[in-house]
C-alpha cells in the first residue's frame, strides 16, 4: 500500500527502507524519547528491520507515516494512525526531531491524519495517549480537538487518555 498525505508544509509517506538512517538518528535522542516508553535502536539495521516488519500499512490501511518538509524535503519526525488490536482502539502519534518542535507540524500532521482517519477510513473514534508530564504532547492532543477521558498508566508511569469521536471532529 501506498499511503500519502499532504498539508501546506508537509508530505508525509510511509516508511520507507532508505528511511532507516532518519529513524535511527530520531530515536537516537533521548528528549525525543523522553516520554515515549520506547529505548534507542541500537543500530541502524534495527530501524531497517522496523521498517521492513511494520504491517499497519496492509493491515489496516493506516500508520504511522515520515513527515518532509515540502520546502527543502527535510526528514523531521513521523506522524499517523496505529491500530491496536488488543483494544480495537486506533490512536494516533507523533514524533518530531528537537529542532522541528514547537513549529506546529505536529498539529498540522495530526489534523492530516485525523481527516484521513474520519473521512478516508470512517472511523467511529480516535484517541490520543500520553504520559502526564508530557505537556506538550496533551496541548497538541487538544489542539487537535482531543477531550479529556481519563487518567490512565503507561509503563508504570502516569498517563491521560484523550479521545475524538466522527461527529465532534466537524
Given at each position: 500500500m ?7 508544509r508537509?508530505?508525509m ?10 529513524m535511527f ?18 543500530n ?11 504491517d ?18 527535510e526528514y ?10 488488543d483494544?480495537?482502539?486506533?490512536d ?11 513549529y506546529g507540524?505536529?498539529t498540522e500532521?495530526?489534523?492530516a491524519?485525523?481527516?484521513y482517519?474520519?473521512?478516508?477510513l ?6 490520543g495517549?500520553?504520559l ?12 487537535l ?6 487518567d490512565t ?9 484523550y479521545?475524538i469521536?466522527?461527529t465532534e471532529w466537524?
Amino acid at each position: 500500500m501506498s499511503l500519502q498525505l499532504e498539508t501546506e508544509r508537509l508530505i508525509m509517506r510511509c516508511m520507507q527502507p532508505e528511511d532507516a538512517e532518519y529513524m535511527f538518528d530520531l530515536n537516537s535522542d533521548p528528549d525525543v524519547i523522553r516520554y515515549t516508553g520506547d529505548k534507542p535502536f541500537n543500530n541502524i539495521e534495527e530501524a531497517l528491520n522496523l521498517i521492513l516488519n511494520y504491517d499497519q500499512y496492509s493491515k489496516y490501511r493506516m500508520g504511522r507515516l515520515n513527515m518532509f518538509l515540502k520546502s527543502t524535503g527535510e526528514y523531521i519526525g513521523w506522524c499517523g494512525l496505529k491500530y491496536h488490536q488488543d483494544s480495537g482502539e486506533t490512536d494516533i502519534g507523533y514524533r518530531l526531531k528537537k529542532s522541528c518542535w514547537g513549529y506546529g507540524y505536529a498539529t498540522e500532521s495530526g489534523k492530516a491524519s485525523l481527516a484521513y482517519g474520519f473521512s478516508d477510513l470512517g472511523l467511529p473514534s480516535i484517541v490520543g495517549h500520553a504520559l502526564k508530564e508530557n505537556t506538550a504532547s496533551i496541548r497538541v492532543l487538544e489542539k487537535l480537538g482531543l477531550k479529556y477521558m481519563q487518567d490512565t498508566e503507561f509503563d508504570d508511569e502516569p498517563g491521560v487518555l484523550y479521545k475524538i469521536t466522527q461527529t465532534e471532529w466537524k
